[in-house]
């Protein structure tokens, strides 16, 4: 039995005897800091909460181990770093994956992957975070949904390689321990007045980290918001559940939850949401979606999270193992017999507002956001501010720097879904299909302006300074146009061309990785169309 109020691992005598068995994962550069001191998520993205960061990786095939140790290590290298204020590095760190799995005695760990989170990704972001000064025994990871496939998939033993704990915590609220749950309030909860969470998850002083996965799902593509459904304790954790079901929350539940969800159901219908008008009243309906919509938007209303990650290393189409990929090599968009089926997009997308990141999401899994229900609910409470995903600044982050990119430089890796078929009042849609319909975002924008559309040319000092081994440098151009940025030293020799090319206007940032470079003072020159700014800057090491 686990003791829920200390730095509790699985078994570090296994992890000690796996770790030398496993593949050195390599990374960009090593950072250590005092465990007294604090990290933070990278002071660009915390500057920029409403942006959405794409890093590409590189990795041929799924099953490429290594390669996504390394994914994971170097995004844990460049987002999350040593700071002088944040998190304390004695906080926990929950982490939710995605992993939910419908797989059964028959299917092979290979087609059960694309349906779960990857453990070698977020085994490298775990390894990247301890070099800060966390302890593996601060990291938890939790999801209501544990069942064999956790163990099959290797993340009991990835998490005894890190020294992280990870354990069932599935009986049912009643049964599951109270020491084991954290209770929030939901004051305006459209159904539930409480929900209890997995423990540390929503409690004091921690650090969560929503890692969901890149897959299709009868929601559309189920991302960041629909993933911290399986953060919740069972049975509360149903949102899925028909209309009229209970899920056990009665003590807990909005006393005028059928009569609120009815009423928002027929003013979005009167608005004119899309596929909101599929009759019926279970979850694949549009009343049933509203009841989903409305559970899962409690929830993220009253979960606090430092980061929201979706690993798109490959993504899955189809319905957990189903889809429409027969044994045969065939396609049938009809057939409820088939496959589901994964594709290399080597994306991993990530921000600090998990409905900004579901909208990128979604388009590049080839559908359009202002079709579905959930984000228009979204704007509706206030937890939201976009639907056209061309609305949303998008950043390429390579190496630890952010280029402002245009939404179209990504590929996009088309994900079949069943969410809400049109096979009604005459219409023939394929049970596996494309929410892709053109949809006219004028009527519904809301007020975009954010603070990385600037007016003027900016340079801003280098964070941190003094650093050691690296700084991070964020300008601001008002217009497109071709950006120099060099650095030199006190002689006035120049040391290194950080960005030379074109940029679009926004705010960027690039960083210097030092290398090679004596400790003293070093002065940084942005040029952009006839103007030009110097700051100066001090390597400590």
């Not at 290979?110 to 070698?120: A, P």
């Not at 990835?158 to 704990?165: D, F, S």
Request: hydrophobic letters at 35%; glycine letters at 10%.
């Amino acid at each position: 039995m686990f003791n829920r109020r200390g730095f509790l691992k699985t078994s570090a005598a296994a992890g000690a005897a796996t770790a030398a068995a496993t593949t050195k994962i390599n990374g960009l550069h090593a950072r250590t800091q005092d465990t007294t001191g604090y990290f933070s998520v990278h002071p660009f993205i915390e500057n920029n909460p409403d942006a959405v960061f794409i890093m590409r990786t590189n990795i041929d095939v799924k099953t490429n181990s290594d390669a996504k140790k390394n994914a994971g290590l170097s995004f844990g290298r460049s987002v999350f770093v040593p700071s002088e204020t944040g998190v304390p590095l004695t906080h926990l760190i929950p982490i939710k994956p995605n992993l939910t799995s419908f797989g059964s005695s028959t299917s092979t760990l290979e087609q059960e992957m694309g349906i779960l989170t990857d453990v070698f990704f977020v085994e490298g972001v775990i390894e990247g975070m301890k070099e800060l000064g966390i302890s593996g025994e601060q990291f938890f990871l939790r999801e209501v949904n544990y069942g064999s496939h956790v163990k099959n998939h290797g993340w009991e033993d990835m998490a005894a390689r890190v020294g992280a704990e990870i354990r069932s915590m599935t009986a049912k609220v009643g049964v599951i321990s109270e020491n084991d749950l954290v209770w929030r309030d939901v004051l305006d909860g459209k159904w539930y007045r409480k929900i209890p969470y997995l423990w540390p998850i929503n409690a004091p002083d921690t650090f969560l980290l929503n890692i969901a996965k890149f897959k299709a799902h009868g929601m559309g593509i189920t991302l960041s918001a629909k993933n911290l459904q399986g953060s919740i304790a069972h049975n509360y954790q149903a949102h899925c559940s028909g209309f009229n079901m209970d899920m056990d929350t009665a003590n807990h539940r909005n006393p005028a939850a059928i009569e609120d969800i009815t009423a928002n159901h027929a003013l979005h219908l009167e608005a004119g949401v899309p596929r909101w008008d599929r009759p019926g009243s279970n979850w694949n309906t549009g009343l049933g979606m509203e009841t989903w919509a409305s559970r899962c938007l409690d929830n993220n209303s009253v979960t606090e999270c430092g980061l929201h990650i979706i690993e798109g290393i490959y993504g899955r189409d189809g319905n957990f193992k189903n889809g429409p990929h027969m044994s045969d090599g065939t396609v049938d968009l009809n057939s409820t017999k088939g496959l589901a089926e994964d594709y290399m997009a080597n994306i991993i997308i990530f921000g600090k507002n998990q409905f900004n990141n579901d909208i990128i999401g979604h388009w590049l899994a080839g559908h359009e956001p202002g079709n579905f229900g959930l984000f228009h609910m979204a704007i509706d409470r206030g937890m939201s501010s976009y639907l056209n995903p061309f609305d949303i600044p998008v950043y390429e982050w390579k190496d630890g720097e952010a280029v402002l990119t245009p939404l179209t430089d990504f590929e996009k890796t088309p994900l079949l879904t069943y969410y809400l078929q049109r096979n009604y009042d005459g219409q023939t849609e394929d049970y596996w299909h494309f929410v892709d319909e053109p949809y006219d975002y004028g009527p519904v924008s809301v007020d975009n302006s954010y603070n990385g559309r600037p007016e003027a040319f900016v340079l801003h000092q280098n964070r941190p300074n003094p650093f050691n081994p690296n700084t991070s440098i964020q300008f601001d151009i008002p217009s497109n146009g071709h950006i120099r940025l060099e650095v030199y030293n006190t002689s006035g020799q120049l040391v290194n061309v950080l960005v030379d090319g074109y940029r679009t206007r926004g705010s960027h940032m690039a960083v210097w990785n030092t290398n090679g470079h004596s400790s003293g003072v070093y002065f940084y020159r942005l040029r952009f169309n006839g103007h030009s700014e110097t700051k100066k800057m001090i390597l400590m090491k």
